[in-house]
């Protein structure tokens, strides 16, 4: 056992749990976050073990109280008949005003509209907030015809399964007890992350994550390449954190729904986190993003239909990027935030975002991962985090002591603020820390956060001139940032997507609505100098498609001698296999003229498509060439220049064989 973990045993004992004793029990693969599995095994826990018999108490808990969607009917028909039955889930509460009632949902019953005795809630008030999982006991009151409240599910007893309060003093005081390093190997184990296995930077990045459960309106975008566990910590460790698996983002959801009466989701969380943020789309009029512009500014919201409000949640996006072989983003040089939708990319928006995580930084989750170490358990550390919020000695600390002599401008001073005062929050509870400890672990991590999104918005706008941002006691970061904008030609680099770039395997994602892709800069590079190209793509058909594989031709440039270009695809009859062999015949005479020599098959049952060319390179096509959408009216820019044209999100792989 390390030092940090005997020093958590013995000053923090009950509330600290063997991180690794998940995976030993019994939950098999039930969907309930790691909080509420610890609370369940800290009922049999004996010395950081769980024994054959405390195991098999765990499968009984979970085969009795924590059902399956697919056993919905069976509870619902037990209810029925009249038998009280104790359901393991999160429940919540809203009220219904014109009703005068309070209104249970129980997700694995798909049912909204259950109703709870008034006691419970008074005694579980976090029931009408984010929600509480726990045991509730439920009956059914079939309808007589007489009582309004009949036919119904009401709860009628209810034992949660959160801490509903912690000591934050004396989580405070034993701080003392630890060495930095020490605190932050068990802040990393608290959040289920193995601390043998991640470097100082990546441990700090990864606390980075959790400032916005402490800090009150931080707001944060995280890009990394798939798999480096962005969301898990938001789904896991704390009952005040939502997470929006992308989708459509609406003013409804995020603020104030005007038609139910609910609050959304901002007014009622510490954090609102939207996961895969280059799948999600907004509503066409713009209302979610011009009220979520003005809530990340001033923490107010105001909806179309006059309902106002103001909130301390903070807003997280999370977003899959492209890395190179050198895991750097293929987009550093022009600007990663080009990889989200258009709609993310707006610098208005991006300037209200106050710090960037660079998750191109962290390593793939593997199996030596999560944390088999001690830790603050889920549901304690998750109360803790909410406490830290409002304890205003720590802003009080930062605003006599932090000093950015060379950062004059207001947002950027409010945003390292912020960021500072969090990671005092996390790694000072007890405010013992010295000034250069301030500066180096608070105040310089907050300046590079800063810094990158002061970087992105003067590569995504004109505007915003380049700017060094530098604390008292500058790092290797700040001394080593340039003093005026890279451009592509001073670093010998070119565009990640320029038609003159040289060819390597990597993966490219390409985000809804992104602009500034034409076959040109996806392909080019990888079609010079070949003599035989092959196209496999099942859906050259429509008029639309064969132009686009006329575009795709244009790529096809012979540097000596002749091309033999080969394109497989299909039809959906013989008849139509008529209709485009007269065209492609066309085709195939014009093409002749440029020594590329064309021919074409038609195969049944093909899915996959992609390009093979004579030199070894093989292109994964996750939408073959339909990539662009369809332009919004006949005269529309993009119609001669891909660049212009919006595209559909997909994936393109390019690998080499030989």
Not at 223 to 251: C, E
Not at 456 to 481: C, G, M, N
């Amino acid at each position: 056992m390390r030092a940090f973990e005997s020093k958590a045993r013995d000053y923090y004992g009950e509330v600290v749990i063997n991180k690794g004793l998940m995976a030993k029990a019994g939950f098999g693969a039930r969907a309930i976050p790691v909080y509420v599995g610890e609370w369940i095994i800290s009922q049999f826990v004996d010395k950081d073990d769980l024994s054959e018999e405390s195991r098999q108490e765990i499968v009984k808990i979970v085969t009795n109280y924590l059902p399956q969607k697919a056993d919905k009917n069976i509870i619902l028909n037990r209810l029925k008949e009249q038998e009280e039955v104790q359901v393991l889930d999160d429940f919540r509460v809203n009220v219904n005003l014109e009703k005068n009632v309070h209104e249970l949902s129980i997700p694995v019953l798909d049912v909204n509209k259950g109703l709870i005795q008034k006691g419970i809630v008074d005694e579980n008030p976090m029931l009408l907030k984010t929600g509480m999982w726990g045991i509730g006991t439920l009956r059914y009151v079939p309808p007589d015809g007489e009582e309004v409240m009949k036919g119904q599910i009401w709860m009628v007893d209810f034992k949660p399964f959160q801490t509903p309060g912690v000591d934050l003093d004396y989580y405070k005081e034993c701080r003392k007890y630890f060495s930095l390093e020490e605190w932050i190997d068990l802040l990393v184990s608290s959040c289920q992350f193995n601390p043998e296995v991640h470097t100082l930077p990546q441990k700090m990045l990864l606390l980075s994550r959790i400032i916005p459960l402490v800090q009150p309106r931080v707001n944060q975008a995280e890009l990394a390449p798939k798999g480096t566990g962005k969301s898990f910590v938001f789904d896991n460790i704390s009952r005040y954190a939502a997470v929006i698996p992308g989708g459509k983002l609406s003013a409804p959801t995020l603020f104030y729904n005007s038609v139910s009466k609910q609050i959304g989701l901002i007014p009622r969380y510490d954090v609102v986190v939207v996961d895969e943020v280059q799948k999600i789309h907004t509503d066409s009029a713009g209302e979610a993003m011009a009220a979520l512009k003005m809530y990340l500014e001033s923490g107010r919201y105001r909806r179309a239909t006059g309902d106002m409000g103001t909130a301390e949640a903070g807003f997280i996006i999370l977003g899959n990027i492209t890395i190179g072989p050198d895991r750097q983003p293929l987009y550093e040089t022009n600007g990663i935030f080009k990889e989200l939708p258009s709609s993310l990319q707006e610098s208005a928006f991006v300037d209200r975002i106050h710090g960037l995580l660079e998750g191109w930084f962290m390593p793939r989750i593997t199996k030596h991962t999560p944390s088999k170490s001690i830790g603050f358990k889920g549901d304690f550390f998750s109360e803790v985090s909410h406490e830290l919020r409002s304890d205003l000695r720590f802003s009080d600390y930062v605003s006599h002591s932090m000093r950015l002599p060379e950062c004059e401008d207001m947002r950027d001073n409010k945003a390292i603020a912020r960021l500072a005062e969090g990671f005092l929050k996390l790694l000072f509870p007890d405010l013992e820390v010295s000034e250069e400890e301030f500066i180096e672990f608070c105040v310089n991590p907050a300046v590079r956060m800063r810094q990158n999104i002061r970087d992105e918005l003067a590569k995504l706008d004109q505007e915003y001139r380049w700017v060094t941002i530098k604390s008292e006691l500058p790092d290797e970061f700040q001394l080593s940032h340039p003093d005026r904008k890279p451009e592509p030609e001073e670093e010998g680099e070119v565009d990640p997507l320029s038609s003159n770039r040289k060819p390597a395997e990597t993966t490219i994602e390409i985000a809804d609505g992104q602009k500034g892709i034409s076959y040109a800069k996806l392909f080019s590079p990888y079609l010079t100098g070949t003599k035989q190209i092959k196209l496999v793509d099942p859906y050259i058909r429509y008029d639309y498609q064969i132009h686009n594989f006329m575009n795709f031709c244009e790529c096809v440039v012979p540097a000596q001698g002749n091309i033999r270009l080969t394109l497989i695809t299909g039809a959906d009859s013989g008849e139509q296999e008529r209709i485009l062999s007269a065209k492609f015949e066309e085709l195939k005479s014009s093409l002749e003229q440029d020594r590329i020599f064309f021919d074409y098959s038609f195969e049944k049952g093909i899915h996959d498509r992609r390009i093979e060319t004579d030199t070894g390179w093989r292109i994964i096509l996750g939408r073959g060439l339909d990539i662009f959408q369809k332009p919004e009216g006949k005269f529309t820019l993009g119609f001669v220049d891909q660049t212009r044209r919006q595209c559909k999100a997909t994936t393109i792989t390019y690998t080499k064989s030989g």
